[in-house]
């Protein structure tokens, strides 16, 4: 898991270990800090919602349905209201139709979020089976609600970016490539993701 502070450091140490690249990083920015997030329903709605908009524009549209749907707006009260409705809190038509299934996969059963399968490819599968989740949202809400450790997004271009730069890349590598440098820092992929995040993140002189 990399839920903790001493969790993700376990993970980067073991990683910082076998990849001096990786070790001259820590020395550079220091450990990051955990990204959690909540499990369930609401984080996967906050993610839709977030899509392709700044941070604060998706806050005064999740205000504005938590108004209308109350907190957490539960999939069954979604799924009651119609496009106006919705349209009037600030999701476009597209959104909706994401937002609406996730809500019926949800309410139905089809998708229990509090018991996905326990193999990360299996996980990714289901939750890509929500319109609007592609693998990066998958992979991403994996890593972060989840904690799951071994999480990948080699398709990332902030990921691809630090890594080329960590290791000392003339460009950045592709996805493919990304995935395959990565092979040997199983099972501590989602720390190495982090950790590139706040490198990528972090100003060094």
Known sequence: MVTTAEQLRAGIDAIAAI???????????????????????????????????????????WRRLEEELGEGCAPETLLARDYDALRACGLSRQKQGYARSLAELVASGTIDLHALPADDEEAIDLLTRIKGIGRWSAEIYLLFAEGRPDIWPAG??????????????????????TRSLAERWRPHRGAAAIMAWHHYNTEVL
């Open 19 to 61: 990849e001096p690249g990786f070790a001259a990083a820590l020395g550079r920015v220091g450990y990051p800090l955990p990204r959690v997030r909540a499990p369930g329903y609401e984080t996967l709605l906050r993610t839709i919602v977030g899509q392709q908009v700044s941070v604060a524009a998706a806050a005064a549209v």
């Open 156 to 177: 990332d271009l902030a990921v691809q970016v630090e890594v080329g730069r960590i290791l000392g890349l003339p460009e950045r590598p592709s996805e493919k490539m």
